[in-house]
């Protein structure tokens, strides 16, 4: 630990068998999974429609690009404060609007059942706009005279978005995905701290927030060093496998 008045001591694997067995690691792992599974249709597809909506628009989409990009520019802190206040059930802008119509909120952060979609939804909000940004950089590749060929022999929207732009998008598509594995867990840092601390019973915490409290919370450098290498493995594994079955799929010449 970080007291300096207790002599070091080898333990061997014993901080690994501590860390594995025990509940709150558990918890963070299975969470870890549910961010990710919940990062990549809501960080990954779903900016796709939007970015291929605005670059369809030309120059007249550059306000919606202003418009989706600038919750990035504000701060995680920031964000997390004023998204406490909304979601509050005590005053709250999203409770005062939906009882004006009736509706009665719980508490979607004191309620474990859907305290952890509430931070991932957070988070998306905060990134949405530079995924957004991404794909708009890969779509400035095509050539619209391209789409209206394609147009002419009379292909429909969604074969147009099929044949010529998916495939084309792909690099970004990529990119994306794999970004968002590796920065998901930080990404919900912020707001996990600011808005639960890991609660309510373990139910926001994920590994990289785990890491944390072993660290700097519990003081236990030990514990905290096995979940970072454990940590660093499973993201290393994860994308390796990404890019073994998708990178090889991606065409990245003109």
Not at 70 to 92: D, E, H, K, N, R
Not at 103 to 124: C, E, F, H, Q
Not at 226 to 233: D, P, R, S
Request: proline share 4%; hydrophobic share 50%.
């Amino acid at each position: 630990n970080l007291n300096p008045d207790i002599p070091r001591q080898f333990v061997g694997r014993q901080n690994y068998r501590d860390v594995l067995t025990s509940s709150l690691f558990g918890a963070a792992l299975v969470n870890t999974a549910l961010y990710l599974l919940g990062a990549i249709p809501l960080k990954v597809v779903l900016p796709i429609p939007v970015a291929i909506f605005i670059w369809s628009l030309g120059r007249r989409g550059e306000i919606y690009r202003v418009i989706v990009f600038l919750p990035t520019l504000i701060s995680f802190v920031a964000a997390a404060v004023v998204w406490a206040w909304l979601l509050s059930p005590l005053g709250g802008y999203l409770a005062v609007c939906l009882e004006l119509v009736g509706i009665r909120t719980v508490g979607l952060l004191s309620n474990a059942d859907t305290a952890l979609w509430t931070i991932l939804g957070i988070a998306t909000w905060k990134v949405f706009g530079f995924h957004v940004l991404l794909y708009l950089s890969g779509l400035s590749r095509i050539d619209h005279s391209l789409v209206e060929a394609m147009r002419i022999d009379g292909a429909s929207d969604a074969r147009i978005v099929r044949d010529l732009i998916l495939p084309m998008l792909g690099p970004s598509i990529v990119l994306v995905l794999v970004t968002t594995t590796i920065f998901t867990m930080q990404q919900v840092f912020t707001p996990i701290d600011v808005l639960t601390k890991g609660g309510p019973s373990n139910s926001t915490t994920n590994l990289f927030y785990t890491t944390y409290q072993y660290s700097f919370v519990n003081f236990n450098v030990g514990h905290g060093a096995a979940a970072t290498v454990m940590l660093f493995m499973l993201v290393f594994v994860v994308v390796v496998v990404k890019f073994r079955l998708i990178d090889r799929r991606v065409h990245y010449k003109d």
